[in-house]
C-alpha cells in the first residue's frame, strides 16, 4: 500500500520591517551625532591679489573750484563777478580741463535763480563733477 503525502503548505516567511526601521534610525543618529562637520572656509584656496605699490603712483592732487552764491551775485575762488565772468571764466576752464571738481555754495539768502544759473553754466561747459552745499 502506497503511502499517502501529507500536503505541506508552507506560508511566505514576513519580514519585520519595525525592527529593521528601528536600526536604520539608531545608526544614523549614531553617525549624526558623532560626525565633526568640516570647516569648508579653511579649506577654501583663495588667491588674492597683492596689495599695489601706492608710492610708485604718483597722483596729481585734483583741481577744485569754489563757487559762491550770495544774493549780490557770485564769487569764483573769494573773488566777486558777475554772470558773463562767471560764463567766460568757466568757460575757460572747460577748455582746458574737464577733471575739474566745482563746489558751489549757496549762502542762506541768495536766490534760487543764482544757483540754477551757475548750473546752467556748468552743464554748458561740461562740467560734470559738481557738488551744491548750503551755508
Do not use: W
Amino acid at each position: 500500500m502506497a503511502r499517502k503525502r501529507r500536503l505541506v503548505v508552507e506560508h511566505p516567511g514576513e519580514l519585520n520591517l519595525v525592527a529593521m526601521i528601528d536600526v536604520a534610525f539608531q545608526l544614523l543618529n549614531y553617525f549624526i551625532i558623532s560626525s565633526r562637520p568640516l570647516d569648508v572656509l579653511a579649506n577654501l584656496d583663495i588667491l588674492r591679489p597683492e596689495a599695489d605699490d601706492i608710492s610708485t603712483k604718483e597722483e596729481e592732487p585734483p583741481q577744485m573750484l569754489e563757487i559762491l552764491v550770495h544774493r549780490d551775485g557770485y564769487a569764483i575762488q573769494k573773488r566777486n563777478v558777475g554772470l558773463a565772468e562767471l560764463d567766460r571764466q568757466l568757460t575757460r576752464l572747460g577748455g582746458s580741463s574737464r577733471n575739474v571738481s566745482v563746489v558751489i555754495k549757496c549762502t542762506g539768502n541768495s536766490p534760487h535763480a543764482g544757483l540754477v544759473n551757475v548750473l546752467d553754466v556748468c552743464a554748458k561747459v561740461g562740467l560734470t563733477k559738481l557738488a551744491v552745499f548750503s551755508m
